[in-house]
């Protein structure tokens, strides 16, 4: 079975509803650079100590929103 993640690859296409209106949007993953980098970080002071490596490395997926 195929995590959501996976397909993105694929399709990266998605309705993202706020209030009662829906946005077509897109999700542009992200692998490398200061956004990623930032969010890393912040997830290692909060919550564990995960390497900055997890996200070029595969084992943690961030996306960004992107417009249609």
Do not use: H
Not at 9 to 36: C, H, K, M, S, W
């Amino acid at each position: 079975m195929q995590l959501w993640p996976t397909y993105m690859a694929e399709d990266n296409r998605v309705l993202i509803r706020v209030d009662d209106n829906i946005y077509q949007q897109r999700l542009d993953r992200i692998t490398e650079g200061p956004i990623g980098a930032a969010v890393m970080s912040e997830i290692a002071r909060k919550y564990f100590d995960a390497p900055a490596t997890a996200i070029s490395g595969g084992s943690v997926w961030l996306f960004e929103v992107v417009d249609n």
